[in-house]
């Protein structure tokens, strides 16, 4: 029996997991209370314990409150379900009286911001592309020649902290990349000193999951992005949540997640332990590189990881966070590939396979 609180609540990624929970053969063996600050999003989940708290921007009435309602339901597993309360919760370890997978402060705030991700994993020595701050809106300039393009290339700026491309899109010249900041700096309070830039990959998206225990691999799995959820909408035409997805058989996306993680954790002195999520991006060659790593949470789309393939993460998550030296699988790719996600606005997730999918008639 484990008590699991889990945060975001009402939110499409606490959702997911509520849901992935309920199709385990375990599902009758938790109890699960959800919270949010936003009674319209928390109102979506038909939980029995559903709690409205201070937003986590009030850090100390936010962490009182769940303090308060891990005491009063003697809460198991704790899963703080967005970057900024995974941040909030790993600022106060010592106080969180229920288990958890929460890395050590410094490092959420290492991956949280773009540049300074980069500039660790450059320092350990694993494969990046450039990654240059923008000093100030005349600096841009010098930032973006320093990415040495080729004449016709594309760059790609974003904001260097937030989720969902929040600030993100390619452009081709400084000019276009000035009106960009000048918009989000006027409309949005951003400063140019927020941005960052790097060389445009345009090769296959994917992403990938892994989980570890005591520094070894457990499990990593891996799809890849097909079509974006706002690619009607965005600049960009891209984004960071898919339409379609499909389960693929990929181990270098994996294999460069699982350097990525070592060296941040390296970096720190300590050892992977929990769940960690990587962005990865190809270049024109197929060469893909880690453009983020997400600790501390699990992505919107972890029914990828879930609902297809020989584990759930989540099934391992909840049973490592209560037992760190539990008997788990070893170094598994656990690949199960042809499995296309399909998502939209007010539908169900579609799991289908993608040999029906090609054999629909035109």
Same mark, same amino acid.
């Given at each position: 029996?484990?008590?699991?609180?889990?945060?975001?609540?009402?939110?499409?990624?606490?959702?997911? +997991?509520?849901?992935?929970? &309920?199709?385990?053969?375990?599902?009758?063996?938790? =109890?699960?209370? @959800?919270?949010?600050?936003?009674?319209?999003?928390?109102?979506?989940?038909?939980?029995?314990?559903?709690?409205?708290?201070?937003?986590?921007?009030? %850090?100390?009435?936010?962490?009182?409150?769940?303090?308060?309602?891990?005491?009063?339901?003697?809460?198991?597993?704790?899963?703080?379900?967005?970057?900024?309360?995974?941040?909030?919760?790993?600022?106060?370890?010592?106080?969180?009286?229920?288990?958890?997978?929460?890395?050590?402060?410094?490092?959420?705030?290492?991956?949280?911001?773009?540049?300074?991700?980069?500039?660790?994993?450059?320092?350990?020595?694993?494969?990046?592309?450039?990654?240059?701050?923008?000093?100030?809106?005349?600096?841009?300039?010098?930032?973006?020649?320093? +990415?040495?393009?080729?004449?016709?290339?594309?760059?790609?700026?974003?904001?260097?902290? @937030?989720?969902?491309?929040?600030?993100?899109?390619?452009?081709?010249?400084?000019?276009?990349?000035?009106?960009?900041?000048?918009?989000?700096?006027?409309?949005?309070?951003?400063?140019?000193?927020?941005?960052?830039?790097?060389?445009? +990959?345009?090769? &296959?998206?994917?992403?990938?999951?892994?989980?570890?225990?005591?520094?070894?691999?457990?499990?990593?799995?891996?799809?890849?992005? #097909?079509?974006?959820?706002?690619?009607?909408?965005?600049?960009?035409?891209?984004?960071?949540?898919?339409?379609?997805?499909? =389960?693929?058989?990929?181990?270098?996306?994996?294999?460069?997640?699982?350097?990525?993680?070592?060296?941040?954790?390296?970096?720190?002195?300590?050892?992977?332990? @929990?769940?960690?999520?990587?962005? #990865?991006?190809?270049?024109?060659?197929?060469?893909?590189?880690?453009?983020?790593?997400?600790?501390?949470?699990?992505?919107?789309?972890?029914?990828?990881?879930? &609902?297809?393939?020989?584990?759930?993460? #989540?099934?391992?998550?909840?049973?490592?966070?209560?037992?760190?030296?539990?008997?788990?699988?070893?170094?598994?790719?656990?690949?199960?590939?042809?499995?296309?996600?399909? &998502?939209?606005?007010? +539908?169900?997730? =579609?799991?289908?396979?993608?040999?029906?999918?090609?054999?629909? %008639?035109?």
């Amino acid at each position: 029996m484990a008590n699991i609180l889990i945060t975001s609540m009402g939110g499409s990624g606490s959702l997911n +997991l509520v849901n992935s929970l &309920r199709l385990l053969p375990s599902a009758d063996e938790h =109890t699960i209370v @959800g919270t949010h600050f936003n009674p319209y999003e928390i109102a979506k989940s038909d939980l029995e314990h559903l709690y409205i708290v201070p937003k986590a921007k009030d %850090e100390a009435a936010y962490f009182a409150k769940h303090e308060e309602l891990i005491e009063k339901h003697k809460i198991d597993v704790l899963i703080a379900n967005s970057d900024f309360e995974a941040a909030v919760f790993a600022r106060h370890l010592d106080r969180i009286k229920c288990h958890h997978l929460l890395p050590l402060p410094a490092q959420v705030d290492a991956v949280q911001d773009k540049y300074d991700f980069h500039r660790l994993l450059k320092d350990q020595g694993c494969r990046t592309v450039p990654n240059l701050p923008v000093e100030s809106r005349e600096g841009l300039a010098d930032a973006v020649a320093g +990415l040495n393009l080729a004449e016709g290339d594309r760059y790609w700026i974003r904001l260097r902290q @937030g989720a969902g491309s929040q600030g993100a899109t390619w452009l081709h010249t400084v000019e276009q990349g000035q009106k960009w900041m000048d918009l989000w700096c006027e409309l949005r309070g951003m400063t140019p000193q927020d941005f960052v830039v790097a060389p445009f +990959l345009s090769g &296959r998206d994917f992403c990938v999951s892994v989980l570890f225990q005591n520094g070894e691999l457990c499990v990593g799995k891996v799809y890849e992005r #097909l079509e974006y959820y706002t690619e009607d909408v965005s600049l960009s035409m891209m984004g960071s949540t898919p339409k379609t997805s499909q =389960t693929v058989a990929e181990r270098e996306p994996v294999d460069a997640t699982v350097e990525a993680v070592r060296a941040v954790c390296s970096a720190f002195g300590t050892k992977p332990h @929990g769940l960690y999520q990587a962005d #990865l991006k190809c270049d024109a060659d197929g060469t893909p590189y880690v453009t983020e790593i997400n600790i501390g949470r699990f992505p919107m789309t972890s029914p990828q990881f879930d &609902r297809v393939g020989k584990y759930s993460q #989540l099934e391992l998550y909840v049973k490592l966070a209560q037992d760190a030296d539990a008997p788990m699988p070893r170094d598994v790719y656990d690949f199960d590939p042809g499995w296309v996600f399909l &998502r939209g606005v007010d +539908l169900p997730l =579609t799991i289908e396979r993608a040999d029906r999918i090609a054999a629909l %008639e035109g």
